[in-house]
């Protein structure tokens, strides 16, 4: 049981820290007001520094010590971009932009 417990937390690590960086800086988020908000962001921020601490450590050119503050910093800024993207896409009009596409590429404009 503990083997298992030691192997998640070490798969793990980063988004651990990045989860805590997120947690960290959700209080002070504006776009964060309900709870779902404030899960979407953490957990956002999680994955965010889960996947790329590695790539972002290896083109800044740090080494393994380094990983757990990377992947707290994604964390933080991670959230923040991935609620900022979902913003835009709710607001975003797809449809009109898809039919326009549509549109231009097979000549429903002009005859």
Known sequence: MIEWFEYLIIKFQLALAG??????V???QKDTKTKKDIVVFVLSGAATAHY???????WLKFTGENLGGIGFLLGMFGGAIIIAILRALEAADLWSLAKEIIKSRFGGGSQ
């Open 19 to 24: 989860f805590f960086g997120a947690l960290v």
């Open 26 to 28: 959700s209080r002070y």
């Open 52 to 58: 790329l601490s590695i790539p972002v450590s290896n």
